[in-house]
């Protein structure tokens, strides 16, 4: 019986991966015989036949038919044999149990109505085919082949001209039925050892591959001699096992009921009874996982009914299979607690261990951390999964590290080239190394990966056809429709891949954001529960920790390149929301690498700064356990600033520096290290482009370093990196290598607020040579452009300069024509001469203000205005004079005035 059970698994692992065919004999349709009505066996038939033909020794069977043609005619013939067939017969159970289990054809020999009636009244989606025309034209995917026709068409096969030229009268049909043979695992039931019909399929046989899936005869009793004969065909005889079904009044008809049912069920109690069968069946349940790199842990509670996922105090996860209590199967509880069972035995764990390793590789791609075995104890993935044996961390450590640098690599997969040269923003490469990649995942029937494949190509495509560096040869390609795939998939595909679709569709990361949201939304209880247990399923705090960690794995590993769209980002965004809405009351912020990670790649900026910038003028402190650290220190902020990334095109973000700089910023140290990461951007923004974004950022970071450090053990040190960083500034302005971005910055207070800074530090610069390289550059600008770049850089570092050095600086600034600037314009830098001390102001200046600003047009507006308000206020701040502060009111009211006409923010 251990064979049985291995062919009866073929079968149900076949429907489950929609290649499965039954064929149907006679014996189906004679289970519904009663004492009121019957359906004939071909003896019955040619027994009649014979009778009315008066012949005797003739055992023919074809022969006898084709006789009964010729001597009586066609209609008298159909008559006769139609007489046979009861006209109000109705289907039963053993027809429902066909459509219940689903397969992907059914093909049947019989001529009556049965099958056709219980597809008619239960809705059955499957397709009618009773000759080659309603073959072509069938509206469903799954079919009932009728392929020995019926009455109702004409074109019953039984006699012997029928199968001999049964090729001319069905030739789609017939090759329709080869290619099935060739391609799905068959069961043939309610057919005898000695079946002209299973004689004729044995024949098609013959002329096919002897590479097929496997076929199988269901039979009641076994024929060692016949078993060989049909062996030799390649169909495999299946014993039906005895039953205790009493639906039926005939032994046989319960038996065949009994036996449809453990196929639709899956009855574990038939054929998983040994601890490798135990064990083998929960490999399988989770088998069509094991395509994917990566996993959802969601997934793993859509494969294994009534499973939970729990989490532990320190937020690791694990599967937990909820045998107690459980609503349904009870033979799938049976095979949970064996396989619970195994694991606790030390013994059999450790002999099965080979055994075991696919089910538990699955959980560990799902970043589980162990299988729950009652009482707070489990079984950990570890004791069978060896993380060193698995490839899975190359590629995500790559990622995290912002290396990308494997393309070379011999053994590398199309797909991680494709990946690979999408993080490097090489799109077309990507795009065809994507093509491939789908045409591979085709042919190993790798749905998940089509899936994946086929939205990244997709993705990619839009890129070529739209975006910054587009090209026309692509605008002509269409893309793929990735529901329409879907929807082709077989439905055991399906079932694995659906939430694999739903991320690829947006659905998964919308209800993923809900789900986000609610958590965000909850007055979290971190210590509840704590005291009580190791474990609990409603800690929903340690939760939105393993969600982020499991959906960046799953992503990245499995290369899909959801990651570049705002949905992705916005669900992201949401979980760090919480982990740091869950700390705000504690002293230092922790987070993961994986944590930091998410939030330098994929939190936008803006919302980056207002996470950060809540906290005060230093922001957060943020506590780093030493792996961590040095990650970021060492690995992570080198690789960004690295040489290679500034080649030919910026693939990281100037964005990216900017947060990764943040974040050291923010760390609860005060050593050396911090100094050293601004140091090396030193470095590379002499040597490389940024934009006037990034250096009004690298202000604010300084500016948040010096706060953090202000009279601290490290002051003196970071006044010497201060002082290297206005230094080699000063420097890449001067060599006049500017990119129109640069420029931008040098001219709007781009880099004013370090100079600023260095004031404060003391410190004094003193390269009179290269200052005036500069003036005599800035000389040759317009009188505008000129007043730009005084009060965005020369009059700041006039501030932080020698005597000498100002003494320039003053010259240079004298020398501008004003008569030919605004007024605005030349209050505003009137204004600054007077704060910084380059000039001293008299009353003839003040009254020159008053007037300004009285003769406003009060119905105007400019920005400057804003710019005359902030240099008066701080002029008040800076000299004492009531005088400055009243004007900066009056021209405060006036602006104040223009922002309540327009629903703005008021100044106060």
């Known amino acids: 019986m251990i064979e049985n059970d291995v062919f009866i698994n073929n079968i149900i692992n076949a429907n489950r991966e929609e290649s499965l065919a039954i064929f149907i004999g006679a ?32 055992f023919d069977y074809l022969k006898i038919a084709q006789l009964y043609f010729l001597n009586f005619g066609e209609h008298a013939y159909y008559k006769k044999l139609s007489s046979f067939f009861p006209k109000n017969i109705s289907y039963n159970e053993i027809h429902n149990l066909l459509f219940e289990i689903n397969p992907a054809i059914l093909i049947t020999t019989n001529w009556d109505c049965l099958i056709e009636k219980c597809i008619e009244e239960n809705g059955y989606a499957y397709s009618v085919i009773r000759n080659d025309k309603e073959l072509v034209h069938a509206p469903f995917r799954k079919k009932l082949v009728k392929m020995h026709g019926d009455f109702s068409t004409h074109n019953i096969v039984f006699k012997e001209d029928d199968y001999i030229n049964y090729s001319n009268n069905f030739p789609l049909i017939e090759n329709y039925i080869r290619s099935v043979i060739s391609n799905h695992t068959i069961l043939f039931i309610g057919y005898s050892y000695s079946d002209i019909n299973i004689k004729q399929i044995t024949k098609w046989c013959q002329n096919n591959s002897t590479v097929r899936p496997p076929m199988y005869l269901a039979v009641f009793k076994k024929d060692d001699t016949h078993d060989k004969y049909l062996s030799n065909y390649g169909i495999t005889t299946i014993l039906i096992p005895e039953s205790e079904e009493n639906h039926f009044k005939d032994n046989f008809s319960n038996r065949t009921l009994s036996f449809l049912k453990k196929i639709k069920t899956n009855n574990l109690s038939y054929h998983v009874k040994s601890d490798i069968s135990v064990i083998n069946y929960m490999c399988a349940m989770l088998s069509d996982l094991s395509s994917l790199e990566w996993i959802l842990a969601e997934q793993l509670k859509e494969q294994l009914i009534h499973s939970d996922l729990v989490f532990d105090n320190d937020g ?28 606790k035995n030390e013994n059999l764990s450790s002999t099965y261990k080979n055994e075991l390793h696919p089910f538990f590789l699955i959980l560990y791609k799902a970043d589980i951390r162990g299988l729950m075995l009652g009482n707070d104890k489990y079984f950990p993935v570890a004791d069978i999964v060896n993380e060193q044996d698995n490839n899975h961390n190359l590629l995500i450590n790559n990622v995290l590290n912002f290396s990308y640098d494997n393309i070379d690599n011999p053994i590398t997969s199309q797909q991680d080239v494709a990946y690979i040269n999408y993080l490097n923003k090489k799109y077309e490469n990507s795009y065809h190394n994507t093509i491939n990649s789908a045409t591979i995942a085709l042919k190993n029937k790798n749905y998940a990966d089509l899936l994946i494949t086929t939205f990244n190509e997709n993705f990619l495509l839009a890129r ?130 994986i944590q930091i990670f998410s939030i330098i790649k994929y939190v936008d900026l803006d919302k980056f700064k207002i996470i950060f910038n809540s906290h005060g003028k230093t922001g957060p402190l943020l506590h780093l356990e030493q792996e961590t650290l040095d990650w970021l220190l060492n690995v992570i902020y080198p690789n960004l600033l690295s040489e290679n990334k500034y080649n030919d095109k910026k693939f990281i973000s100037e964005d990216i520096i900017i947060k990764t700089l943040h974040m050291i910023s923010l760390l609860d140290k005060n050593d050396n290290s911090i100094l050293l990461s601004i140091e090396l951007c030193i470095t590379k923004i002499n040597n490389n482009s940024f934009s006037y974004e990034f250096y009004k950022e690298f202000s604010n970071i300084l500016t948040k370093i010096h706060n953090k450090l202000y009279k601290g053990e490290y002051f003196n040190r970071f006044s010497e990196t201060l002082k290297k960083v206005i230094f080699d500034i000063v420097h890449k302005i001067s060599t006049g290598n500017l990119s129109y971005q640069e420029q931008l910055s040098f001219t709007r207070f781009g880099v004013d607020r370090i100079f600023l800074l260095g004031s404060i530090h003391k410190i004094e610069y003193n390269d009179k040579n290269t200052v005036e390289q500069i003036i005599n550059m800035f000389s040759k600008s317009s009188e505008y452009d000129k007043v730009g770049y005084c009060h965005s850089l020369l009059i700041p570092l006039y501030q932080t300069s020698t005597p000498e050095i100002k003494n320039i600086i003053s010259k240079f600034i004298k020398s501008i024509n004003f008569n030919m600037l605004d007024e605005s314009i030349k209050i505003v830098f009137k204004i600054q001469k007077i704060n910084t001390k380059i000039e001293k102001y008299s009353d003839v200046d003040l009254a020159y203000f008053k007037e300004y600003i009285d003769n406003l047009d009060p119905k105007t507006y400019s920005t400057m205005y804003d710019s005359v308000y902030l240099g008066l206020k701080n002029a008040h701040k800076i000299f004492r004079r009531k005088i400055f502060r009243e004007l900066a009111e009056e021209i405060k009211k006036l602006i104040n005035n223009f922002r309540l006409k327009r629903g703005l923010e008021l100044i106060e």
């Open 316 to 343: 690791f996860c694990y599967l937990n299979l909820n045998i107690t209590n459980r609503i349904g199967n009870n033979d799938t509880n049976e095979v949970y607690s064996k396989f619970i069972d195994i694991l």
């Open 27 to 58: 014996g189906i349709s004679k289970s519904i015989n009663n004492k009121d009505s019957r359906m004939p066996d071909w003896k019955d038939l040619i027994n009649a036949l014979q009778a009315d033909l008066l012949i005797q020794n003739e």
């Open 464 to 593: 070529l056809k739209y975006g910054i560096n587009s090209n026309k040869k692509y605008l002509n390609i269409p893309e793929k429709d990735i529901k329409n795939l879907y929807s082709l998939l077989p439905d055991r595909a399906k079932t694995s891949c659906k939430s694999v679709y739903e991320l690829l569709t947006f659905n998964y990361l919308y209800k993923y954001y809900y789900k986000v949201d609610l958590l965000l939304e909850k007055n979290i209880e971190r210590t509840r529960k704590k005291k009580t247990t190791l474990f609990s399923i409603h800690l929903d705090e340690l939760k939105p920790e393993f969600m982020l960690m499991n959906l960046i794995n799953f992503v990245i590993k499995n290369k899909m390149m959801i990651d570049a769209y705002n949905e992705f980002h916005n669900t992201v965004h949401k979980l760090i929301l919480i982990f740091l809405e869950k700390q705000k009351n504690e002293k230092t912020i922790k987070l993961t690498k």
